[in-house]
């Protein structure tokens, strides 16, 4: 039963992170007390190659333009850039690039694998102030070598960027931290809008939220126009920043996009809100 419990909610990668070389039971013992192999302690993921690396950060600046092209529209584009690879190959690239295609799709959804998800409220929905409306998602930043995942929250109001970080993994605390942080700087929203990913929908996300009494928002399944504000927010930071400047590290990824950050939330006017700053549009009714 004690076993059962320190299994519930957490990964193998989560469990095989409590087994520890200086402890005085053994690896073995560690392992066969949490129910892992200790192949999964041992185990180090082997990086991309430098063509495999430059193919996903081909196919997401691909994708900023044609959202709704799938594999084999990404294996034609790459084809005419000279890479020419198999289906298999496009597919996996495109899931570790989150990459994902925009088209209707039947719901094969099973009773129960939804009992975290919630429905889209933002549909006709007017944000007059600040506060009102939060977006968080999560994107591939491509870098020299190798890749990070962006985190990031705009209050749809104005604009502005109230919370980001960087992150080498898609772990759902990522997100969570970045969220704790943003609501201790600018306050609790009244509504926070997710996409159906797993990092939003999983017991953590949604017991923080409705302990905090904030209601919870999530798009449509497919529906990329749902979030489209943070969607845009993406192909600025990238095209602005990312695809110009691009990072030799993590520290130096996490520097630039400080800076790109601070002067897109204080210096950067944007049209849809009378071609202000999002920092002034937030504080004038904040």
């Given at each position: 039963?004690?076993?059962?419990?320190?299994?519930?909610?957490?990964?193998?990668?989560?469990?095989?992170?409590?087994?520890?070389?200086?402890?005085?039971?053994?690896?073995?013992?560690q392992?066969?007390?949490?129910?892992?192999?200790?192949?999964?302690?041992?185990f180090s993921?082997?990086?991309?190659?430098?063509?495999?690396?430059?193919?996903?950060?081909?196919?997401?600046?691909?994708?900023?333009?044609?959202?709704?092209?799938?594999?084999?529209?990404?294996?034609?584009?790459?084809?005419?850039?000279g890479?020419?690879?198999?289906?298999?190959?496009?597919?996996?690239?495109m899931?570790?690039?989150?990459?994902?295609?925009?088209?209707?799709?039947?719901?094969?959804?099973?009773?129960?694998?939804?009992?975290?998800?919630?429905?889209?409220?933002?549909?006709?929905?007017?944000?007059?102030?600040?506060?009102?409306?939060?977006?968080?998602?999560?994107?591939?930043?491509?870098?020299?070598?190798?890749?990070?995942?962006?985190?990031?929250?705009?209050?749809?109001?104005?604009?502005?960027?109230?919370?980001?970080?960087?992150?080498?993994?898609?772990?759902?605390?990522?997100?969570?931290?970045?969220?704790?942080?943003?609501?201790q700087?600018?306050?609790?929203?009244?509504?926070?809008?997710?996409?159906?990913?797993?990092?939003?929908?999983?017991?953590?996300?949604?017991?923080?939220?409705?302990?905090?009494?904030?209601?919870?928002?999530?798009?449509?399944?497919?529906?990329?126009?749902?979030?489209?504000?943070?969607?845009?927010?993406?192909?600025?930071?990238?095209?602005?920043?990312?695809?110009?400047?691009?990072?030799?590290?993590?520290?130096?990824?996490?520097?630039?996009?400080?800076?790109?950050?601070?002067?897109?939330?204080?210096?950067?006017?944007?049209?849809?809100?009378?071609?202000?700053?999002?920092?002034?549009?937030?504080?004038?009714?904040?």
């Amino acid at each position: 039963m004690a076993q059962k419990k320190i299994r519930e909610g957490r990964t193998v990668k989560q469990l095989a992170s409590y087994v520890s070389p200086n402890e005085h039971l053994s690896i073995r013992v560690q392992c066969e007390l949490l129910q892992i192999s200790r192949s999964n302690f041992y185990f180090s993921p082997k990086g991309e190659s430098d063509e495999n690396l430059e193919i996903m950060r081909l196919m997401d600046d691909y994708h900023l333009e044609h959202p709704s092209y799938g594999v084999l529209q990404q294996q034609d584009y790459l084809s005419s850039c000279g890479f020419h690879v198999n289906t298999k190959r496009v597919r996996r690239l495109m899931r570790l690039a989150c990459i994902e295609a925009i088209y209707p799709k039947r719901n094969l959804s099973k009773p129960g694998e939804t009992k975290y998800i919630r429905p889209y409220l933002l549909r006709n929905l007017k944000i007059e102030k600040p506060n009102h409306v939060w977006a968080i998602d999560i994107t591939y930043i491509p870098m020299k070598k190798g890749f990070m995942y962006l985190t990031a929250i705009i209050d749809v109001y104005s604009r502005l960027v109230v919370g980001w970080n960087v992150f080498n993994s898609l772990d759902a605390k990522n997100s969570l931290s970045v969220l704790e942080e943003a609501v201790q700087q600018y306050g609790k929203p009244e509504i926070v809008n997710s996409d159906q990913g797993s990092q939003f929908t999983c017991k953590d996300w949604i017991d923080w939220l409705t302990k905090n009494e904030i209601t919870i928002s999530m798009d449509g399944k497919r529906r990329a126009i749902d979030n489209i504000f943070i969607e845009r927010l993406w192909r600025t930071v990238k095209r602005d920043h990312v695809y110009l400047y691009p990072a030799d590290n993590g520290k130096e990824l996490y520097d630039g996009l400080k800076n790109f950050f601070h002067h897109y939330n204080n210096h950067k006017c944007h049209q849809g809100i009378g071609r202000v700053a999002p920092i002034k549009r937030y504080q004038q009714v904040a």
